[in-house]
């Protein structure tokens, strides 16, 4: 998947995979509030976790993760972070392009994700590529508190 970036592969998106577990763990700490337990990437590798997760990789290096499910005619992103030194390289948007395809070619009619309105950042990447507000989930976060902006893009229209 070749991306505006000044490395012509970069990100490349692929599986995760064992040898990235501490990476991206360190990742996950490091970008969020309440992050999720290092059981959770485990269990991915297990496939005993009923997620796909994926990671961007640039020179060898992991840039980014993301994590989805998908369910019939549907699919939900349910974690996504770039290292601070690959932020504004447009790694996020490489790995939901990458998402994108594989939920289309799924037939997922809708895309969710949760996201927290004080993370405005993410919140404008996402409008951008297509997603909007569906509802809100009142205190779904837990450190700190707050609630949670429902977001949905429409992959497939009737």
């Known amino acids: 998947m070749k991306e505006s970036n000044d490395q012509p592969n970069c990100p490349r998106i692929r599986p995760f995979q064992k040898k990235d577990l501490e990476t991206v763990y360190k990742m996950e700490k490091a970008s969020f509030s309440d992050p999720w337990p290092r059981e959770a990437f485990l269990e991915g590798l297990d496939g005993s976790f009923e997620h796909y997760f994926i990671v961007a990789e640039c020179d060898g290096r992991i840039a980014g993760y993301a994590a989805y499910y998908v369910d019939i005619g549907e699919a939900r992103l349910t974690n996504i972070a770039v290292d601070k030194a690959f932020r504004r390289k447009s790694i996020a948007k490489s790995l939901l392009n990458h998402i994108f395809t594989v939920v289309k070619n799924a037939s997922c009619r809708h895309l969710f994700l949760d996201v927290r309105p004080s993370n405005k950042a993410a919140i404008d990447l ?33």
């Open 126 to 158: 996402y409008v951008k590529l297509g997603f909007s507000q569906a509802y809100v989930r009142t205190l779904y976060y837990e450190s700190p508190p707050e609630d949670a902006l429902v977001m949905v893009k429409e992959i497939l229209q009737d």
